[in-house]
């Protein structure tokens, strides 16, 4: 079992899907845990009952974050949004938005972490990035743009934070059961031009040799052992967890 007692962590996009998942697994492995979320009251909730604290923020708001100071030993990237169009179609305001959220802001995150996670001589920065890190997909540009993205941040954060025991690695699922992939189903259906009730099997795991959703919790297992003390000599590395798509 990994113990975190006395590990301060935070987890961005933490009161649903993964990472609530995340923040439930860390609480009762002993951390004390900071949600942050765009929903405040989800927030609120989510701290109270696992005695963590709540941090109502828009990631989105970047200015807002550059002088920003976290006193964290475990930062979790996992806030996300998806907009699905095809190139000619997507709004530049919108492929902005969610490299800002799913790019930029972990960047900050990880700026306003690092010099306490050196001080300390001990940090985890576990980035929840996606099999779409690692491969793309049609009409996702940005989603797959950000990911891709992430993934290099990930990897110059391992090799800065290496000498000073920091690590810092992604996580890859496929098409994880949350109100982020339900969300998808409409417009997967509009662009492909099939039923939403087959929009699962034809279009989300047509590539996956395993044809289930991950469960968040299946996420947060991995992510929990990323954090302790176990994994000090993993870093730099993309752990996918997508049923054998990026076999392929």
Not at 87 to 96: D, H, Q, V
Not at 129 to 139: D, F, I, K, M, P
Not at 168 to 182: A, F, K, M
Not at 206 to 234: C, F, N, Y
Request: aromatic content about 6%; proline content about 4%; some cysteine.
């Amino acid at each position: 079992m990994t113990d975190l007692s006395g590990r301060r962590a935070l987890v961005t996009g933490g009161a649903s899907g993964i990472g609530l998942a995340c923040a439930e697994a860390f609480a009762a492995a002993g951390a004390h845990v900071t949600i942050a979320d765009l929903n405040g009251e989800a927030a609120r909730s989510v701290a109270e009952r696992i005695g963590g604290d709540a941090w109502e923020v828009d990631l989105s708001q970047t200015d807002a974050l550059g002088d920003l100071h976290l006193d964290v030993d475990i930062l979790v990237n996992n806030a996300g949004i998806q907009h699905v169009r095809p190139i000619e179609e997507f709004e530049p305001e919108k492929f902005r938005l969610l490299l800002t959220i799913m790019l930029e802001a972990p960047f900050l995150l990880v700026r306003a972490a690092l010099p306490g996670m050196y001080e300390r001589g001990f940090g985890r920065v576990i980035n929840i990035s996606s099999v779409h890190g690692l491969r793309a997909s049609e009409y996702k540009s940005a989603y797959v743009a950000a990911k891709h993205g992430l993934e290099g941040l990930s990897k110059v954060t391992a090799l800065e934070g290496g000498p000073h025991g920091v690590t810092s690695n992604c996580i890859n699922p496929g098409y994880v059961r949350t109100p982020l992939v339900e969300k998808q189903v409409a417009d997967q259906a509009r662009l492909h031009g099939i039923p939403e009730a087959e929009v699962v099997e034809k279009v989300m795991l047509t590539e996956s040799a395993i044809k289930q959703l991950v469960e968040p919790t299946e996420v947060a297992s991995l992510a929990l052992w990323l954090a302790g003390e176990d994994s000090r000599m993993v870093t730099g590395a993309s752990y996918t967890m997508d049923g054998g798509w990026s076999a392929r």
